[in-house]
Nanobody, 123 residues
Framework: QVQLVESGGGSVQAGGSLRLSCAASGVTFDYSYISVAWFRQAPGKEREWVATIYISGGIEYYADSVKGRFIISPSSAENTVYLQMNGLKPEDTAMYYC??????????????WGQGTLVTVSS
């Protein structure tokens, strides 16, 4: 059974950085055709796609709102996908979730989800 566990959230001031982790069990991230994505949901707003990496192809995708500030990267050794978040803005405040799918998917219906980690950015 695939399980995803996020960590690394916290409170930072605008302009700061955080690195989120998505640790997996029940699957290895060097498996072919696996995509891992980050989504976020702010209070009172709909869930928003943030970034995806198609691990076997080494292809990264980013929402325009985070392009140039966030970097998604895998670690096969640690079976973890990271989201490095730089230049954080108050509008980045949200619960961040990672999700996985055994196919090349960018922001579709991911079947596996973590429980989320909270990021709060103060101005």
């Amino acid at each position: 059974q695939v399980q995803l566990v996020e960590s690394g959230g916290g409170s930072v001031q605008a302009g700061g950085s955080l690195r989120l982790s998505c640790a997996a069990s029940g699957v290895t991230f060097d498996y072919s055709y696996i995509s891992v994505a980050w989504f976020r949901q702010a209070p009172g707003k709909e869930r928003e796609w943030v970034a995806t990496i198609y691990i076997s192809g080494g292809i990264e995708y980013y929402a325009d709102s985070v392009k140039g500030r966030f970097i998604i990267s895998p670690s096969s050794a640690e079976n973890t996908v990271y989201l490095q978040m730089n230049g954080l803005k108050p509008e980045d405040t949200a619960m961040y979730y990672c999700a996985a799918d055994f196919r090349h998917s960018i922001k579709g219906d991911f079947p596996y989800w973590g429980q989320g980690t909270l990021v709060t950015v103060s101005s």
